[in-house]
């Protein structure tokens, strides 16, 4: 394959001198000239040192043959507290290296400040060997190996640059090693170079701020030698082998270590997390480690994970298909219990169709990410379900974050983005708050501005709405939003998630949404009871309603307790504010008999710390009246700051 050399200088006139303001070389494929052509000129400029005037770009063939390749020498970093324990510092290397008059050397250094290139000096006579001492030594022709991963952006490194510079320089013949300090008056790092040294780095050279440096090849051999030294330095084509990135990363010899260092973090934020057993079913008395606690955090809202015939019909359809699926929905795994759950959620979803994932979480990384196409744009509430979050990062659409539940700024953000397609994708009900999606307000946006509208229904489906449909039935809407979302853990009970909507969407979600092509369907057993929980909370509206009243029970008894909250779902937020008052407060709480869970960041933002109160239907009215009490009392004995 031919290579190409290609390089670049860049310079400007000021006050009738030309003053040098840039200078690379690369050594490229010719798919990669373009873009590398592109990213030197606009180094050139949009200078630090100002805006070239000229600029030369040379670019010549050449062929593999005439292509040397070698090691990128190892590199080790010595930390030194001033420029002078750097000088001494190299002093030490060069003597290390059995070259006698180190001191003489450094003493040449200062004749090398005006240079563009470099001094070649004779380590035993101190003579300068380089033809023009005006202008010095210059080393060229030489890069990086390339790497599929190198991109055109990467091409000011000045790390692999000067790493690049000094494995070529002292591979030269009797080249002995390389001493450098950078001129750039903010860069204080130098190095001192040799084959047996490698590439030594050393963080202070001089004083901050000063503008001199140079550098200085060491040669030790025949003076006759000589020419073919320079040859190789200024003439020879070299690529240089695994350049590392950064410097100084030296490999970590305890490779958990990082982990460490994050739980330590994690420790001392009081966002460590843990994890409590349940000895007994979701149900409002509980067991865990051997204690009796009211559950005032659990999801299954309307009770019916403990329900007699949801367990019933989970058995049966252990007895009759057996333990595990077998296989995806594509290939062996599908059972009439999940064509039959699909159908029944449509039907309760008033929508053409549904598709089951494994769980809620899977439903919302699957299908957004196969409706964030390229080009199109995802307008995502600020507060949305991590799962949301994690489809849009999953999808090749661009994400545009709105302000929680605001129309004008969702509008605002709309207009200015001025998608030609795209989505909008809320909470029906915020998970962490409890509160309701304005779905009036993102349907008309939707319309308005050729969108798809999306929600997630987690919360929402056994919860609100007169009967418990959901989001809309809450507000009485006329159509569905066209990607309707939700979960079978939380009300129905078991788990698994779905999506309802028109046989289109359903159509090319089961053709494109990975989570749900490549995993293993769901087991008989949770189809069987999300189906016989959906049964129930058809046949027996009371219990949404029970779940209502006893939400309704709750805040006012918080609100004689002097304890004001909001809730429109059955999530009754108590907003403590700092992380480590709300652990405390729960787990106070627990020791006084109460399951209720502090949510903390990242799950909410930070410092704003709660207890995530969640009701069911099978909560008794003195259940809750006297949790609220206790809860007052707890939030009471535990000081803001401690
Ligand atoms: C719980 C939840 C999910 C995830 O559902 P799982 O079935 O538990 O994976 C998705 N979205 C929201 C809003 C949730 O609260």
Known sequence: MTLYSMKMRASREENGLSQHISGAEKILSEAELGDNAAALLSRALHHAKGRADFINLKIEATTPEEIAYIEALPVATVDVANAAEGQQTILKYLSQLGIPNGAAIMRQFSHTYEMRGAMLLDVDTLERLEPDPARGLR??????????????????????????LASKVVSAPHIVAEICMSDDPDYVTGYVAAPSIGYVRITRLKAMGCPDGGRIFLYCGPRKEVPACIEYLEKQKVLVRHVPVNPGKAPLTDSWQPLKDDLTMRRSAQLYRTIKTLQTPQRAQVKSDGQDLLMLASNSYLGLSDEPRVKAAAIEAVARYGAGSGGSRLTTGTLPLHNALEAELASFKNANAALLFNTGYMANVGILSALGTPGSIIFSDELNHASIIDGCRLSHARTIVYRHNDMADLEAKIQAAAPTHGLIVSDAVFSMDGDIAD????????????????????????????????????FGLPKNPDVLMGTMSKALASEGGFVCGSQLLIDYLRNTARSFIFSTSLAPAPLAAAQAALTILRTEPQRVQRLQENTRTFCAALAENGIQTK??????????????????????????????????????????????????????????????????????????KK
Do not use: W
């Open 439 to 474: 779905l009036p307000g993102i349907l008309q946006l939707a319309k308005k501005y050729h969108l798809l509208s999306m929600v997630d229904e987690a919360h929402a489906t056994g919860v609100i709405g007169a009967t418990g449909h959901g989001i809309v039935e809450h």
């Open 139 to 164: 080393a060229t022709y030489m890069d990086a190996e390339h790497t599929p991963a190198r991109q055109a952006g990467d091409c000011k490194n000045h790390f692999q640059e000067a790493i690049v």
């Open 567 to 640: 809730a429109s779902s059955a999530i009754v937020p108590i907003i403590i504010g700092d992380e480590g008052r709300a652990m405390r407060i729960a787990q106070k709480l627990y020791d006084c008999g109460i399951f209720l869970t502090a949510i903390r960041y990242p799950t909410v933002a930070q410092d704003s710390a709660r207890l995530r109160a969640a009701i069911m239907a099978t909560h008794t009215t003195a259940e809750l009246q006297d949790a609220a009490g206790t809860i007052a009392a707890a939030i009471q004995s535990v000081p803001i």
